[in-house]
């Protein structure tokens, strides 16, 4: 496999974005040159309802032991179908003596 040139991938990426903002679907040929089912879009990627877990807001706070089943039961109540934990959080918080 040959290694792809910076130019080749952003060539490759505006080749993509142009497909996705046309709403071109992405089909392959099936047996005998007839396109095959297209590739299934779902709905909650265009819409996500997203739960930020930060370090000083629950299920964190008031102490840092992280509860799976409290992460979850606030997740079901705002009505949420994705959580996302930020990895830098705790670096901004707490500065690390590394510098």
């Not at 910076?6 to 099936?30: F, H, N």
């Amino acid at each position: 496999m040959e290694p792809v040139t910076r130019r080749e991938l952003l060539e490759r990426a505006a080749v993509a974005w142009a497909a996705v903002v046309s709403g071109a679907s992405l089909e392959r040929a099936g047996a005998e040159g007839r396109p095959s089912a297209p590739v299934a879009v779902y709905d909650w990627i265009r819409q996500p309802r997203i739960l930020l877990a930060e370090a000083y807001n629950p299920p964190f706070y008031p102490s840092f032991d992280y509860d799976a089943e409290k992460a979850l039961a606030i997740a079901r109540e705002l009505n949420a179908d994705s959580l996302r934990y930020p990895a830098a959080s705790y670096y901004a918080y707490f500065p690390t003596k590394t510098r």
